[in-house]
Nanobody, 117 residues
Framework: QVQLVESGGGLVQAGGSLRLSCAAS????????AGWYRQAPGKQRELVAI???????IYADSVKGRFTISINNAKNTVYLQMNSLKPEDTAVYYC???????????WGQGTQVTVSS
């Protein structure tokens, strides 16, 4: 019943920017906690950023200062603003969110981000 639909991925040159969106649909009152993860070919999935319902954020050291996670409660959408992109940021990015009134976490389908040098 709950779906997370991701968009905004694509190809960008090093130093460029992308904004990923993760829209929650279905029986969703609000987003509680949310995070972005990424997985590069041949590597394990890693945490990129987390945001809590209170607005606290945590970032991986590799993206701190370049990426910003946020939530638009009116749209039930989670965003990841990515600036100063590097080739090593290339990966499939997945959003994860806990939505009210449910207790479970849900995953998006993933969106490809490719950064060329």
């Amino acid at each position: 019943q709950v779906q997370l639909v991701e968009s905004g991925g694509g190809l960008v040159q090093a130093g460029g920017s992308l904004r990923l969106s993760c829209a929650a649909s279905g029986t969703v009152f609000s987003i509680n906690n949310a995070g972005w993860y990424r997985q590069a070919p041949g590597k394990q999935r890693e945490l990129v950023a987390i945001i809590t319902s209170g607005g606290s954020t945590i970032y991986a050291d590799s993206v701190k200062g370049r990426f910003t996670i946020s939530i638009n409660n009116a749209k039930n959408t989670v965003y990841l603003q990515m600036n100063s992109l590097k080739p090593e940021d290339t990966a499939v990015y997945y959003c994860n969110a806990q939505v009210r009134p449910f207790q479970s976490n849900y995953w998006g389908q993933g969106t490809q981000v490719t950064v060329s040098s």
